[in-house]
C-alpha cells in the first residue's frame, strides 16, 4: 500500500526579482552595493528572480545571493543566448522568446521588485512594474535603490511628469525609494512580510 504524501505545512521563501545593469558602471560603488545586495538576499533565506545574466551587476548579485544560500532562477530570451554570457549553475533557466515574455515571467515569479543602477533595459523593467502597479496589474511592491543619488534625475523628471498633470502623487509615490543598504533591507522585509 502507498502512502499518501504528507502535505507541506511550510511556506515558500519569498522571491525578490532584482532590475540592474548587465554592466558595472564606472564607480565601484555600484559592485559593492550589487554584492551586499546580493548577499543580504541569501542570508535571510530568500530566493532571487533576475535577467540571467553573469556579467554585470546581475552577475555580482546573483553569484552573491547563490552563495548565501538563495535559490536563483534567471530568465532570459532565447535570441539573447548567443550573445550574453548567461550565469552557470542556475537552480533554474527559463528560456522565453522575446523581452516582453522575460518581463512577464520575472514578474510572475516575483513577490517584490528591487531596482539597483542599470541602463535602458533596467529603466525599462522598473516602468513595466511602476505601470503595472499604477494600473492595478499588480500590488507588488517595488523598492528603488537611490544609492549616491544614481535615481535622482529619473526621479526628479518623474515630479515635473506630476507637475504637468499626467501624473498623480499616489502613483508618483508607489516606489520606494531608499539610498542605503539598510534602508534596502528594511522595505523589503516589509515587503515580504505580506507574502503569503
Known amino acids: 500500500m502507498n502512502a499518501s504524501p504528507t502535505p507541506s505545512t511550510s511556506k515558500r521563501p519569498p522571491r525578490i526579482c532584482v532590475f540592474c545593469g548587465s554592466r558595472t558602471g564606472h564607480d565601484p560603488v555600484w559592485s559593492s552595493l550589487a554584492e551586499a545586495v546580493g548577499a543580504g538576499i541569501g542570508l535571510r533565506g530568500w530566493d532571487m528572480v533576475f535577467g540571467a545574466g553573469q556579467i554585470g551587476l546581475m552577475g555580482i548579485v546573483a553569484t552573491a545571493a547563490r552563495d548565501a544560500g538563495s535559490r536563483i532562477t534567471g530568465v532570459i530570451p532565447s535570441y539573447l543566448m548567443t550573445t550574453e554570457v548567461v550565469m552557470r549553475d542556475l537552480d533554474e533557466l527559463v528560456e522565453v522568446e ?36 499604477a494600473t492595478y496589474a499588480h500590488e507588488k511592491p517595488l523598492v528603488i535603490a537611490n544609492t549616491m543619488g544614481y535615481f535622482d534625475g529619473l526621479l526628479m523628471y518623474m515630479e515635473e511628469v506630476r507637475d504637468h498633470g499626467f501624473l498623480d502623487d499616489q502613483h508618483l509615490n508607489q516606489p520606494v525609494v531608499v539610498r542605503d543598504l539598510d534602508a534596502v533591507f528594511q522595505a523589503l522585509e516589509a515587503a515580504v512580510s505580506r507574502v503569503g
Open 98 to 133: 522575446t523581452m516582453i515574455e522575460r518581463k512577464i515571467e520575472m514578474s510572475r515569479r516575483a513577490d517584490a521588485f528591487l531596482v539597483l543602477p542599470g541602463g535602458v533595459g533596467t529603466l525599462e523593467e522598473l516602468f513595466e512594474v511602476w505601470t503595472g502597479a
